[in-house]
C-alpha cells in the first residue's frame, strides 16, 4: 500500500528565503506525481506535474524534482513571498487513477 | 487549461435533509471524477470514484446509500448527501484528471448541518 508522508509538517520563514518541501513514497511504481496548493478554505491548485519518466519541472519560482528510484520529490521555492503561505500537498499516482496524498507542510512566510 | 467548476462553495441544510453538490470539468471531458471529504486541519479522504454512465466505486468505510453519486455526463458529476446528519458537516472536494494537467480539483463546497 502506498503511502507518502511530508516533512516537515509545518515551517515557518522570513520573506526571500529560498525554501525546500519534502515528500518521500513508499512505492516507487508511480505513474505520477503532483504538487498542490491549499489556501485555507479552498480546494487544491495544481501547481506542478512530475511524470514517472521526468526528473524535474519548473513553474516560475517552483522548482519540483523527483528521484523515483528512491521514493521522493523536492518542491523548491525560491525567493519566498508571504503569498506562498499556505498549506502545500504532495500526491503520486500508481497503476489505477487514485492520487494518495500526504499530510502536507503548512508554509507561513513572514513579511 | 483545465478547470473543475464546484457548486455550492457553502450550504447549510437542516438534519434530515438532503443537499447536491455539483462538479463540472469546464473544457475537458471526465469519464472519471473523484470525490473527497476533507476534516479541518488534515488531509484528504477519497470518498468515491465517479464514473461516466456507470455506478460510482466506494472507497471502504464510506456509506454508499448516504452519499449518492452521479455522472450522467462527460462533464458533470453530483454527489448528494442524503438525509444529512450534523456529524456530515465537512469540506467536500471533487477532482477530475486531464491528460497533459493532472488532476484538476475543484473549490469545494462546506456543508454545515444544523
Known amino acids: 500500500k502506498q503511502e507518502v508522508t511530508q516533512i516537515p509538517a509545518a515551517l515557518s520563514v522570513p520573506e526571500g528565503e529560498n525554501l525546500v518541501l519534502n515528500c518521500s513514497f513508499t512505492?516507487?511504481?508511480?505513474?505520477?506525481l503532483q504538487w498542490f496548493r491549499q489556501d485555507p478554505g479552498k480546494g487544491l491548485t495544481s501547481l506542478l506535474l512530475?511524470?514517472?519518466?521526468?526528473r524535474e519541472q519548473t513553474s516560475g519560482r517552483l522548482n519540483a524534482s523527483l528521484d523515483k528510484s528512491s521514493g521522493r520529490s523536492t518542491l523548491y521555492i525560491a525567493a519566498s513571498q508571504p503569498g506562498d503561505s499556505a498549506t502545500y500537498l504532495c500526491?503520486?499516482?500508481?497503476?489505477?487513477?487514485?492520487?494518495?496524498f500526504g499530510k502536507g507542510t503548512k508554509l507561513t512566510v513572514n513579511p | 487549461g483545465a478547470v473543475v467548476s464546484q457548486h455550492p462553495s457553502r450550504v447549510i441544510c437542516k438534519s434530515g435533509t438532503s443537499v447536491k453538490i455539483e462538479c463540472r470539468s469546464l473544457?475537458?471531458?471526465?469519464?472519471?471524477m473523484f470525490w473527497y471529504r476533507q476534516f479541518p486541519k488534515q488531509s484528504l479522504m477519497l470518498m468515491a470514484t465517479?464514473?461516466?454512465?456507470?455506478?460510482?466505486?466506494?472507497e471502504q468505510g464510506v456509506e454508499k446509500d448516504k452519499f449518492l453519486i452521479n455522472h450522467a455526463s462527460l462533464t458533470l458529476s453530483t454527489l448528494t448527501v442524503t438525509s444529512a446528519h450534523p456529524e456530515d458537516s465537512s469540506f467536500y472536494i471533487c477532482?477530475?484528471?486531464?491528460?497533459?494537467?493532472?488532476?484538476?480539483f475543484g473549490s469545494g463546497t462546506r456543508l454545515t448541518v444544523v
Open positions: 512530475i511524470q514517472s519518466s521526468q
Open positions: 465517479s464514473n461516466e454512465g456507470s455506478k460510482a466505486t466506494y
Open positions: 512505492d516507487s511504481a508511480i505513474y505520477n
Open positions: 473544457d475537458f471531458q471526465a469519464t472519471t
Open positions: 500526491a503520486v499516482r500508481g497503476g489505477s487513477e487514485k492520487l494518495v
Open positions: 477532482s477530475a484528471m486531464n491528460a497533459g494537467y493532472g488532476y484538476t
